[in-house]
């Protein structure tokens, strides 16, 4: 076991935080009844097989099984009437069957991290203010830019180091989000996990800021603005020197309109352009995230949603739209971060046109099913040193399908089972025609 590892700015702030009680401790003073603590902890099995995954047969690890056991224990203790400390622990080793991977037995990821750590004020002074510090998740919309701080790590963490302040302006019927952002690549650069198996987090260390303004202009309708900025430096390299992070500066500006239209339908429509450098090259792109859900059976909470995404690309891959904090397979885990990887930055999923739908009902009051549809076009055709896996002759990626099924115990246990395939089209080579197909079963239990 290694030692701890702190960040002095992050923990200062932290000890000022909890320091400032003191300050205004007949505010912030608790009745005996109202002092408490909570704990939790949760479960989580998964065995998943591949099977032509990067659409050859030919390919190196096309085939794999492996196994993953997550397992989470947190506590939340209320200090004061306003202040709050939180802690979250997790593990997720994995197991491959095959292919071999250069590990003992097999495992690999053996470790346990500090997936939460932060202290919340909220409301003091009867101010309508929460302010978090320190580790934490953010999740902005439906993920789409903001909600992943951990790419490399798959769902075994998401994590932000980060100060996030909420303002809620209830006269103006409007809440107001300003967060700092500062992720390390690297996982022991603030809190060293335990038995630190020295796994990178993302390909670069990244920096930023986030304004977030949500207004309601009608009941149940919102119009959502903001701006991100980014600064991603300090990228990895590979062991022959080729470069896999990211150098430059990236704004963007989007407006989301979002709500309920009547009690049966309801939408999402969602644009972020976007400019600044990556990798010494200008970025000027655009990015639509669309849809609308009407529900059809009130009974099974059957519903149906139709949506288009969009995520501009270019002929040169540094150019493609850029999914800031949003790098994670929310609609496919066999395209992103594989596929997606042929003509662009891996978990990115950009140079993308993405026409899909949704079906969704419960076939019984305890068992849910879902099936999506997505018809896969490329925006632009892309200049590549290595032409054999991407033929720019055919903007059709393919057909990519999607299936599961939920079966729910009480809620405290639920097991699922998910299928995902893609159909290549012809912007892929020749060499790479084979349907790829993603199978997974899983368990949840929570306590």
Known sequence: MRNLKFNTPLIAATIFLLSSQSLFASAFQLDEEQKRATFGADFRYRIISEHD??????????????????????????????????????????YYDYPDVPADDGWVRDEFLFDDLNIALRDPLDIPVTAIIGRQQIHLADNWLVGEGTPLDGTRTAYFDALRTTWD?????????????????????????????????????????????????LECRFIDTYFIYKKDHNPSYKDDGTKIGVDGEIYTVGLRGHGNAT?????????????????????????????????????????????????????????????????????????????????????????????????????????RAKGEYSLLFADKEVDLPDASKVDNGSMFRGHHVKASVEHKFNKHLKHYVTLQAMLPGNYYSDSRQETATWFRYGVELKF
């Open 53 to 94: 995954r990067k659409l050859s047969s030919d390919d190196a690890n096309g085939e794999r099984l492996w196994q993953r056991f997550r397992l989470r224990a947190w506590t939340s203790l209320q200090l004061t009437k306003a202040t709050e400390f939180n802690l979250r622990i997790a593990a997720e080793p994995r």
């Open 169 to 217: 302006i209830v006269d103006w019927r409007t809440s107001i989000d300003v967060m700092y952002i500062d992720n390390r690549k690297d996982s022991s650069a603030y809190l060293s996990p335990i038995n630190d198996y020295n796994f990178d987090m993302s390909e670069q260390d990244e920096r930023g800021g986030i304004i977030w303004a949500s207004h309601e202009v």
């Open 263 to 367: 009690d049966a339908l309801s939408f999402n429509a969602e644009i972020a352009p976007q400019f600044g450098h990556k990798n010494g090259t200008s970025l000027s792109a655009f990015a639509v995230n669309a849809w609308a859900q009407q529900l059809v059976s009130s009974e099974k909470k059957g519903s149906i949603r139709l949506g288009y995404e969009f995520l501009s690309g270019d002929s040169n891959i540094d150019r493609h739209y850029d999914k800031l904090w949003g790098r994670e397979g929310i609609w496919s885990d066999l395209y992103t971060g594989g596929i997606d990887g042929f003509d662009g930055r891996e978990l990115d999923s950009s140079n993308l046109h993405r026409p899909h739908i949704i079906g969704a009902v419960n076939l019984l009051k305890s068992v």
